[in-house]
């Protein structure tokens, strides 16, 4: 089961991700994407880290998401990846686009042969205005191919606003 659960900034993705996988009764592994440049980065990762029980495996992939995935997939194992959209920032950020190819093409080949359950969190970043920087609009077009080719493979899409989540595809709310 593939889960992509998708939202705007501060819309209760992340929540909806740890309930569906605290309901899972599965070992659960998240594995996060952030890396820390600012204080106010390092106070949202503490507060993941605080919001997260504290007997759930926690793996840094900043970059080599796709794998991170193969090392720790399991049938009998949840893995939540908080967040494809940092994950994309920090590959962008590193100014390689052939990088960026690359580790999105891996990250879409390996998820049809993983064993377990995952569940994908990533913002929707393409309902606001047309960004003005040259960057940010190749940022948010990357985002939404990479979200369309994610949900194409996903088994359930759920899209968050106002901490309340609407099914795009699927059964609905984790189930």
Known sequence: MRTLVL???????????ERIAADSGLPVTVIVTAEIHDPEMAERVARHRADRPGHWQTIEAPRALAAALEAHAREDRLLVIDCLTLWL???????????VDVERDALLAVLTDLPGRIVFVANEVGLG??????????????????????????????FVAAGLSLTLKGQGAGS
Do not use: W, Y
């Open 89 to 99: 920032s920090n590959l962008m950020l590193d100014h390689d686009t052939r990088r």
């Open 129 to 158: 205005i047309v960004p003005e920087h040259p960057l940010a609009r190749q940022f948010r077009d990357q985002a939404g191919r990479l979200n369309q080719a994610l949900a194409a493979r996903c088994d359930e899409v759920l």
């Open 7 to 17: 939202g705007g900034a501060r819309s209760g993705k992340s929540a909806l991700a």
